[in-house]
């Protein structure tokens, strides 16, 4: 992506609190859900992509879980984190990047990206972030998207987003990953208002 996406969100994370921002969650329930559905291990290497300042990563730690990455375009967003962190924010993999340029050392058993993918408007930006997920993510890992349905925002924090349904996002996938089940979901944002997300669960053949 160009470099003005990173600035975009650079901005976004120095001018405002994460309890301002509309994907604020406290708890980030459906995600936990999930992880606990399919019976992640705590030894299992686990990246939230686009994780900004999110708690899930608050949670994984008071779980035990032990190989943790976090990775945002904003190093600002991934600053925020560690510093409420504190001493915690040592036992964390922190990684700057956009997803398109993601170049991982490992391979990851579990891929969780909450709102990351459905800003990925061009085919090429999609096509590359499917090449990256399939070769990052381990043989029978999960990989877990949550975007915008089709009941969902245009737009978000300003910028176009392209909306889904499990259809479209199975036939993104599917050359090397198994769409496990999916849910649609109502995220309440701060300001009052609706967002309907749609979570795919998807596993590497």
């Known amino acids: 992506m160009e470099k003005t996406r990173k600035q975009h969100w650079e901005t976004i994370y120095e001018t405002k609190k994460f309890e301002e921002v509309s ?51 904003s190093e600002k967003a991934l600053q925020r984190v560690q510093n409420r ?13 956009d997803i398109t340029e993601f170049k991982p050392s490992k391979k990851y058993d579990f891929w969780h990206d909450r709102a990351v993918f459905h800003f990925l408007t061009e085919p090429n930006y999609v ?21 915008f349905s089709k009941n969902g925002p245009l737009k978000c924090s300003g910028i176009e987003i392209k909306q889904y349904n499990e259809k479209e996002m199975s036939a993104v996938f599917e050359r090397n ?29």
Not at 136 to 143: A, L, T, V
């Open 23 to 73: 994907w604020y969650q406290a708890v980030p329930e459906v995600s936990l859900t999930i992880i606990s559905e399919f019976g992640i291990e705590k030894d299992r290497a686990i990246i939230d992509i686009g994780g900004g300042d999110s708690y899930l990563v608050d949670f994984l730690l008071n779980q035990n879980y032990t190989d943790i990455s976090v990775l945002d375009i």
């Open 85 to 97: 962190l504190e001493s915690k924010a040592e036992k964390v993999h922190w990684i700057t990047s």
């Open 127 to 147: 096509k590359k972030y499917a090449e990256i997920a399939a070769d990052n993510i381990s043989e029978k890992g999960i990989m877990v998207i949550g975007t």
């Open 177 to 205: 990953f198994e769409l496990v089940n999916f849910r649609e979901v109502i995220h309440n944002t701060p300001m009052q208002s609706e967002q309907h997300f749609i979570f795919c669960v998807f596993r590497k053949k």
